[in-house]
């Protein structure tokens, strides 16, 4: 597999984190790999009620955020490929003129 096929399997959706925040004991950070933070939610029982009820208007932002990172990793390998494709043509042209 590809580097920016996994990258892309990568990519989390906002239902799937609503729903494990509602049904799985607000397993919503463990879904976007952020283990440490999951267990301080747990650890602090959802923060007293207070963290949880903010978590629900947060969960979209930090969905973005995480899926944000991963295209542009994807942006970042794209350009990469796309500049190793104009080197090979460059290269390709010089020695057609010899």
Same mark, same amino acid.
């Given at each position: =597999?590809?580097?920016? +096929?996994?990258?892309?399997?990568?990519?989390?959706?906002?239902?799937?984190?609503?729903?494990? &925040? @509602?049904?799985?004991?607000?397993?919503?950070?463990? #879904?976007?790999?952020?283990?440490?933070?999951?267990?301080?939610?747990?650890?602090?029982? #959802? *923060? &007293? *009620? @207070?963290? +949880?009820i903010v978590e629900i208007f947060m969960i979209p932002t930090r969905v973005s955020e995480?899926?944000?990172? @991963? #295209?542009?990793?994807?942006?970042? @390998?794209?350009?990469?490929?796309?500049?190793?494709?104009? +080197?090979?043509?460059?290269? +390709? =042209?010089?020695?057609?003129?010899?």
């Amino acid at each position: =597999m590809s580097r920016k +096929a996994y990258l892309r399997s990568q990519t989390k959706s906002t239902g799937t984190a609503y729903l494990l &925040f @509602i049904f799985l004991f607000g397993s919503h950070f463990a #879904y976007l790999g952020k283990w440490g933070t999951q267990f301080l939610f747990w650890l602090t029982l #959802y *923060g &007293f *009620g @207070i963290w +949880a009820i903010v978590e629900i208007f947060m969960i979209p932002t930090r969905v973005s955020e995480h899926n944000m990172k @991963i #295209y542009r990793q994807i942006e970042k @390998i794209e350009k990469q490929e796309r500049e190793e494709e104009m +080197a090979a043509q460059v290269k +390709a =042209m010089k020695e057609g003129e010899k």
